[in-house]
């Protein structure tokens, strides 16, 4: 009795203690923002990730009326700077540009430093560009067909590039591998930049990538496209049939981009981020400017972001298992 009449002398206090809590919350919420925010790109700068970042930024610095900063956070996969979001404080100035790695790392690492479940809420996706494969002007297949064939006419002798071991682009491959039943040699790079180098010289045959990374080569007619991984054909390549054309349907890969926060973070600034991040989305500037690099703007609810990374680590997670990827 006594310990239950020491509870009751303390509800008044309790009470008005999360009373205030909530009060407070508010009018954080209703303050919000009253300084710069951050936005981390765990990339490093130049690659379309970061091309990504800085678009949203400066449309969400006209429409939160504060400064809104890209800082490059590169390392680990996109790990460093993923985990360096999830432990800052959750009150809506710190946000994580993420991207299919946060998915990856899910399963490609162990332990993952962060968890992208538990310590990160996703506030929106923002954005997505359809997987490619290209290869050197002078390469003799000319559609993805033809690619098969010479695959299977010599296995093993045909090479692909990627950014690195586990990267997207990688994963990518080994998906292809797998659905068109040929073997084709794995060569990681530090970087996806080098890989196009390569691509340009001759050094490496195939890179399976997203039409973002290499809209200037697109466009300059620098490289030739055998096919687009996306359920319609792209924009920018009218003329460039899809796997599916082609007997590939289960090929199906876009690169995406969107916006997390620690998980903690008010609700209400979460609600805020989303409504301006939606908005900024559906805006004619920043369509134009996706488009201009090769990708379409897209806008989710808070819900609908948190279900698709869900997805995204179970669709990479079988493909990083298939594949055996390993980091060093």
Not at 42 to 64: F, M, N
Not at 166 to 184: C, V
Not at 193 to 200: K, Q
């Amino acid at each position: 009795m006594k310990s239950g009449n020491r509870l009751l002398s303390r509800l008044p206090a309790l009470l008005t203690a999360c009373l205030l809590s909530v009060i407070g919350l508010q009018a954080h919420a209703q303050d919000y923002p009253n300084r710069p925010i951050k936005i981390i790109v765990p990339y490093g700068a130049g690659g379309s990730v970061d091309a990504i970042g800085r678009t949203l930024a400066q449309e969400l610095t006209q429409r939160l009326g504060q400064p809104v900063v890209v800082e490059n956070k590169a390392g680990a996969g996109s790990n460093l700077g993923s985990t360096f979001v999830a432990k800052s404080p959750a009150d809506g100035y710190t946000l994580l540009l993420t991207s299919p790695g946060n998915a990856i790392n899910y399963t490609l690492y162990k332990p993952v430093p962060y968890d992208v479940k538990t310590e990160l809420t996703q506030v929106a996706v923002v954005g997505r560009a359809p997987g490619i494969l290209l290869v050197n002007l002078t390469f003799p297949a000319n559609n993805v067909k033809e690619f098969v064939a010479m695959a299977k006419k010599a296995p093993g002798t045909l090479n692909f590039g990627s950014g690195g071991s586990g990267s997207s682009e990688h994963l990518s491959g080994e998906m292809f591998k797998s659905t068109a039943g040929i073997d084709l040699v794995h060569v990681p790079y530090k970087g996806g930049a080098s890989v196009v180098t390569d691509i340009l010289s001759g050094q490496v045959q195939a890179f399976f990538t997203n039409q973002a990374n290499v809209i200037g080569q697109i466009k300059g007619g620098l490289i030739k496209v055998l096919g687009v991984a996306a359920p319609q054909r792209s924009a920018l390549l009218p003329n460039v049939p899809t796997f599916a054309e082609q007997g590939y349907p289960e090929q199906l890969v876009s690169v995406w981009w969107g916006i997390a926060a620690p998980a903690k973070t008010p609700a209400a600034v979460l609600d805020r981020l989303n409504k301006e991040i939606v908005a900024a989305g559906a805006s004619a500037s920043m369509r134009q400017r996706l488009s201009e690099m090769g990708a379409e703007s897209i806008s989710t609810t808070r819900a609908q972001a948190n279900e698709f990374i869900e997805q995204e680590i179970v669709r990479w997670g079988k493909a990083v298992k298939s594949s055996n990827a390993q980091v060093n």
